[in-house]
């Protein structure tokens, strides 16, 4: 375990600052704007396990799922920041 914990510390260590043009391996993190990145690719094929905050519950879900929850959320996000319909007369 410690060994695989010591990988992955590595990998975030030592990850390289994100350059335009460049190819990045599959499955390899870059910095940007002083955050970590993965590709969409690598999101996409994983699968995630959560803890339910309210009923404990332990789930598994696809990436595919994890990216669609995401998208929900900034849809929705985005829609509250336009501004407000006018509603009835003017």
Not at 7 to 16: E, F, H, L, R, S
Not at 21 to 42: C, F, H, I, Q
């Amino acid at each position: 375990m410690l060994v695989v914990i010591g990988a992955q510390v590595a990998d975030i260590t030592g990850a390289d600052e994100w350059a335009t043009g460049v190819t990045y391996p599959a499955g390899d993190l870059v910095k940007r704007n002083g955050t970590l990145n993965a590709s969409l690719a690598d999101i996409y094929a994983d699968s995630y396990t959560y803890i339910h905050p309210v009923t404990g519950e332990e789930k598994t879900v696809d990436g595919m799922d994890v990216l669609a929850i995401v998208k929900a959320v900034a849809d929705r996000r985005w829609q509250l920041s336009l501004p407000a319909e006018p509603v009835g007369p003017e």
